[in-house]
């Protein structure tokens, strides 16, 4: 069983900022794939941002370019997402994910969630 722990989730002003923080088990955590996914109240879940096993490889969903920004440690089995320049339509639940493929993950199909954390951004 793979164990992700989300945090930094809160509530910002538009135009602020927030980094998300997910913690995986130490021993396997640089084997995956991470990423990050939100759902927002009645909507579908939708992919956000994924990093390979060792961050040589990123992919940003459209929405999100030029503002947020996946990144990890695995000496700190920990991925990051940095989000800037928040706006309201970010409003949502933030969840990460784990899989031992880049494409699966990315996909929505992976092995492994966390539990969430809930990012609301005012304006």
């Known amino acids: 069983q793979v164990q992700l722990v989300e945090s930094g989730g809160g509530l910002v002003q538009a135009g602020g900022s927030l980094r998300l923080s997910c913690t995986g088990p130490?021993?396997?955590?640089?084997?995956?794939?991470m990423g990050w996914f939100r759902q927002a109240p009645g909507k579908e879940r939708e992919f956000v941002a994924a990093?390979?096993?060792?961050?040589?490889?990123?992919n940003n969903a459209d929405s999100v370019k030029g503002r947020f920004t996946i990144s990890r440690d695995n000496a700190k089995n920990t991925v990051y997402l940095q989000m800037n320049s928040l706006k309201p339509e970010d409003t949502a639940v933030y969840y990460c994910?784990?899989?031992?493929?880049?494409?699966?993950?990315?996909?929505?199909?992976?092995?492994?969630w966390g539990q969430g954390t809930q990012v609301t951004v005012s304006s």
């Open positions: 990093i390979s096993w060792n961050g040589g490889i990123t």
């Open positions: 994910a784990a899989d031992l493929t880049l494409p699966t993950l990315v996909t929505g199909m992976s092995a492994y």
């Open positions: 130490r021993d396997t955590f640089g084997s995956f794939a």
